[in-house]
């Protein structure tokens, strides 16, 4: 016996998962992201330019993000049983590649000027770094108010939050050519930027790759779950037991369940069937499962139960 619990689900990417916040942030970041590049092309800085390859990630996560919303809203029909509602999750590996592409392009560059000390004009630089400090802060504020139990919203806001940081570093390599003129703080605050790269490209792909191979969610103890399935009335053993995460604070459970011979004789099965997923909803946040219930020594006819 089986069931799948539909109704009302609040998890994954929703629709209405406040999109006009999103493109708020979009239309902002992307203005100032050619100003930078502008700038940065000016003055040579290079600071500046892989603050600018950073926030092109952070363009590229948000409109991703917007992208996913849009699949997700579409309903499961033919061979998509799920809809779309992974798109955000492939968004998100996306985001994390992408990252790691920039980082490892700005780290060449960084270590190349490194070693040939780099002519960058200090005020420029500093000057558009405070405006990016100002503009990140305001991006960030309008995602925070998004709906961030998507990876991929959250993936943005975690990139807008370093690229804060980064725009931070450059302000202050930008007082420091000002005052001394050592013009290797440029590539120093560059590689400070690329270490933020990559611990939000970790970050993204840890994430969006436990998800994609099928893993369990992190905050689901196995072996918990069993024992609670094990404590409910009449449930002799659990075998059989699956459960991963279709997208976003999305959980699926899948198990089966042996129960008393009497249960099917009596007709309590629908009431056990209950008590099993509610058990799941209350205790895990559980919404979408499906339980096959079975007699004793059933299990005697099924092929690689573990």
Same mark, same amino acid.
């Given at each position: 016996m089986t069931d799948h619990d539909h109704a009302g689900h609040s998890h994954g990417v929703r629709p209405d998962a406040d999109g006009r916040y999103l493109w708020s942030a979009l239309g902002l970041l992307s203005a100032f992201l050619i100003a930078e590049v502008v700038v940065a092309f000016l003055s040579g800085s290079l600071a500046l330019l892989s603050d600018a390859g950073h926030m092109l990630s952070d363009v590229g996560a948000i409109g991703m993000a917007l992208w996913a919303i849009r699949l997700a809203a579409r309903p499961a029909a033919g061979n998509w049983t799920f809809g779309w509602k992974r798109a955000e999750i492939l968004s998100a590996a996306g985001n994390g590649i992408t990252l790691l592409v920039v980082s490892g392009i700005v780290t060449f560059e960084a270590v190349r000027r490194l070693i040939d000390g780099p002519? !960058?004009? *200090?005020?420029?630089?500093?000057? !558009?770094?405070? !405006? *990016?400090?100002a503009v990140n802060i305001a991006a960030a504020w309008l995602l925070a108010r998004a709906n961030r139990t998507s990876l991929?919203?959250? *993936?943005?806001?975690?990139?807008?939050?370093?690229?804060?940081?980064?725009?931070i570093g450059t302000v202050i390599a930008g007082v420091v050519i000002l005052l001394t003129g050592w013009t290797r703080a440029d590539p120093i605050a560059s590689l400070i930027v690329v270490g933020l790269m990559l611990y939000a490209a970790w970050g993204l792909l840890r994430d969006s790759g436990r998800i994609l191979l099928e893993g369990a969610p992190r905050d689901v103890d196995l072996d918990d779950?069993?024992?609670?399935?094990?404590?409910t009335d009449h449930?002799?053993?659990?075998?059989d037991l699956h459960v991963w995460t279709v997208t976003s604070d999305l959980p699926a459970v899948s198990v089966h369940v042996v129960v008393e011979d009497e249960c099917f004789v009596d007709g309590h099965t629908p009431v056990l069937l209950d008590q099993l997923q509610a058990c799941l909803h209350g205790h895990f946040d559980v919404e979408h499962s499906t339980f096959q219930l079975e007699p004793a020594g059933h299990d005697e006819h099924e092929r690689g139960m573990h």
């Open positions: 002519d !960058v004009e *200090g005020a420029p630089m500093l000057v !558009v770094a405070l !405006v *990016g400090v991929n919203v959250e *993936g943005a806001y975690q990139h807008i939050l370093t690229d804060l940081y980064g725009f779950l069993r024992a609670h399935l094990l404590a449930v002799q053993a659990v075998h």
